[in-house]
């Protein structure tokens, strides 16, 4: 489990990314690059970071179920993830 606070940075990055995401498209298509420069440096989506939904944990992310491979592979012996079982051949 990731600690608290990491995710709690996260989440606002992600806010912080959302609510400058149409200034940032303006600005590169005006070209005006210093006034992109004077933006907060988390506003930037290049600094989030992939986390599990669950436990926060940022290694072993599954981008196409947003979860660690551990989580990942707790839910699908459970059943709880649809159209995935376990390999078997």
């Known amino acids: 489990m ?3 606070s990491k995710i709690a940075k996260e989440k606002k990055r992600q806010e ?3 609510k400058y995401a149409e200034l940032r498209r303006e600005l590169k298509e005006k070209g005006d690059y210093e006034a ?3 933006l907060p440096r988390d506003s930037s989506p290049t600094r989030l970071k992939n ?3 669950i436990t ?3 290694r072993g992310y599954m981008r196409q179920f947003g979860m660690s491979r551990i989580k990942f ?3 699908v ?3 709880q993830v649809p159209g995935v079982r376990k ?3």
């Open 51 to 53: 986390r599990c939904e």
């Open 16 to 18: 912080m990314v959302m």
């Open 77 to 79: 012996h459970r059943g």
């Open 36 to 38: 992109l420069q004077k």
């Open 87 to 89: 390999a078997s051949w």
């Open 56 to 58: 926060g944990r940022p």
């Open 2 to 4: 990731a600690k608290k």
């Open 73 to 75: 592979r707790e839910y």
